[in-house]
């Protein structure tokens, strides 16, 4: 199924804020702001002594199979999510994939790019974005998505996508935004009873490393070993890797949790601000770190907020969306004011 006008798939949140963009107040990327933290800063300087080295993954490696309980040959560090979704594409032998949307684009995009023939499932905005495990071809033989999903921010349970898991079929859930759930509620990162499980994670969103590019793959140790085959040597930069290795300790998972239950609580508070405003609607319930918004002229009025100082995402660049929706980052109460008072002169003035 698709719609209408074919979307952009390689429109993403920071083309918001680029260029003339860079000084507006960014709600567009998912990044939490402040990020990355002082000791994480440090971490990165300290290990630039090691660049005449060739990286070595291994202490990275243990750390977060053992942030997730798993043995190390489950994980497969990666140059971020984006770099996983590449080697998927290209490594795995499949007939039908399927991607469920709305979700991230470069899934889609890398599978296209790959040569694949792609099959939408696109999830009906009536029932919230909600899955229906049925509404995937049993025949597919992969199945793509987010949770919680991006842009929707709907968190699908655990139990449904387990539904999808079959022999004969690879399931790839897209868990970027997973660490900013409170408890990580719905995760499957640390399953390993479901047949052609991968569960993708970034330490982007949480941590500000956009631009180190960090993420990884977990997966059964055959899936691990092809997809490293389809790698180049040395794939994680010796920074990156010493991003993965403190990241997953204790400490900061400390800190993870915490921010994760602000965030909830700013989310919140963003939501309240939000339903005062008959004309917009909020797609919830919403677990993530930003939130989905319908409103009539949603183009006119993302133009205008840009007048006004402030960048949001368009949303009909999403498979399954259309011109009425914008994504909108949380972020703290006193930008929500400002944003909010915004919003009330970007409406009054259509």
């Not at 698709?2 to 083309?15: C, I, K, M, Q, V």
């Not at 099959?119 to 009536?126: A, C, F, K, N, S």
């Not at 909600?130 to 998505?145: C, Q």
């Not at 972020?331 to 970007?346: G, I």
């Amino acid at each position: 199924m698709h719609t209408s006008t074919e979307p952009d798939l390689r429109h993403h949140g920071d083309a918001e804020v680029r260029g003339g963009g860079a000084e507006l107040t960014d709600l567009a990327v998912n990044v939490r702001a402040g990020t990355p933290p002082v000791w994480l800063r440090e971490r990165l300087v300290a290990s630039l002594e090691g660049l005449a080295a060739y990286p070595d993954g291994r202490a990275a490696r243990r750390a977060v199979a053992a942030r997730h309980g798993l043995p190390e040959e489950r994980v497969l560090l990666t140059a971020g999510a984006a770099e996983a979704f590449v080697l998927l594409a290209r490594a795995l032998d499949v007939r039908r994939p399927v991607v469920v949307h709305p979700q991230f684009t470069e899934p889609e995009a890398a599978l296209r790019d790959a040569g694949h023939t792609v099959e939408r499932v696109l999830l009906d905005p009536e029932n919230g974005f909600r899955l229906d495990p049925r509404a995937v071809p049993g025949d597919a033989d992969l199945v793509v998505v987010g949770n919680p999903t991006n842009p929707t921010s709907v968190l699908h349970p655990a139990q449904s996508l387990a539904q999808l898991a079959r022999p004969g079929r690879t399931l790839v859930v897209d868990e970027a935004f997973m660490d900013a759930v409170p408890g990580e509620e719905e995760s499957l990162a640390s399953r390993t009873d479901l047949p052609g499980l991968i569960v993708l994670r970034s330490l982007t969103k949480t941590w500000g490393l956009a631009g180190l590019r960090i993420g990884y793959v977990l997966a059964s140790p055959g899936t691990i070993a092809r997809l490293e085959r389809a790698q180049p040597l040395w794939p994680v930069s010796t920074p990156a890797l010493a991003a993965a290795e403190v990241c997953s300790a204790a400490p900061a998972l400390a800190e993870a949790t915490g921010a994760a239950h602000r965030i909830a609580t700013d989310r919140a508070y963003l939501e309240g601000r939000l339903a005062k405003f008959t004309e917009v609607s909020v797609c919830g319930p919403a677990a993530g770190p930003f939130l989905l918004l319908r409103l009539p002229d949603a183009a006119a009025v993302r133009s205008r907020l840009r007048g006004l100082g402030f960048a949001v995402r368009r949303g009909d660049t999403f498979p399954g969306l259309g011109p009425d929706y914008l994504r909108l980052a949380v972020r703290d109460r006193a930008t929500t004011d400002r944003f909010t008072e915004a919003l009330a002169t970007a409406l009054a003035d259509r």
